[in-house]
T-cell receptor, first 114, second 113 residues
């Protein structure tokens, strides 16, 4: 099993540009989560999906952020337009069932908006 | 709102000593707790979990203790090794909260040789 795969690993972009982060969950996992990690706020849940359907997006900071999961093996998190305060490490995680064995996290995408 | 927090931001221990990392949670309805380890440049990695109907659970070199009376969780690492150096997070899953995990702020464990 290759684990949760995120791309790119690093992204540097200019303010105002669109940024798309990608995630491939573990095959067979029916939950997918997007988290953001910063020194100030720690790990924050942005949104999560169950069977490709968004369940809770209350953590999405504002309309500039959007997430999709067109199929069971792929999800995107898009920021448009990006701002310097969006700089963070974005993690994708997946789990099976109720996740009572925790999530499996990807290696993250480090986003820097200049 | 509900939150999970850590008492100590940094913990330094000598190699071979036991480490204890603490966590306070505020949601009394939480029924499942997890400890994660995050090494530099990597995503959090599952270490051990515990349900609220238990007060202790042991793994390999790690033990999690849960005190529901004071809403406190701890992670004990026996014979701490340099490879244990990382940030440790506790996380909680509230009853009825779907599959959401709320993470604490993290404790940096530094193992000194």
């Amino acid at each position: 099993d290759a684990g949760v795969i995120q791309s790119p690993r690093h992204e540097v972009t200019e303010m105002g540009q669109e940024v798309t982060l990608r995630c491939k969950p573990i095959s067979g996992h029916d939950y997918l989560f997007w988290y953001r990690q910063t020194m100030m706020r720690g790990l924050e849940l942005l949104i999560y999906f169950n069977n490709n359907v968004p369940i809770d997006d209350s953590g999405m900071p504002e309309d500039r952020f959007s997430a999709k999961m067109p199929n069971a093996s792929f999800s995107t998190l898009k920021i448009q337009p990006s701002e310097p305060r969006d700089s963070a490490v974005y993690f994708c995680a997946s789990s099976q069932g109720t996740g009572r064995r925790g999530y499996t996290f990807g290696s993250g995408t480090r986003l820097t908006v200049v | 709102g509900e939150s999970v927090g850590l008492h100590l931001p940094t913990l330094s221990v000598q190699e071979g000593d036991n480490s204890i990392i603490n966590c306070a949670y505020s949601n009394s309805a939480s029924d499942y707790f997890i400890w994660y380890k995050q090494e530099s440049g990597k995503g959090p990695q599952f270490i051990i979990d515990i349900r609220s109907n238990m007060d202790k659970r042991q793994g390999q070199r790690v033990t999690v203790l849960l005190n529901k009376t004071v809403k406190h969780l701890s992670l004990q690492i026996a014979a701490t090794q340099p490879g244990d150096s990382a940030v440790y997070f506790c996380a909680e899953n509230g009853a009825g909260g779907g599959n959401k995990l709320t993470f604490g702020t993290g404790t940096q464990l530094k193992v000194e040789l």
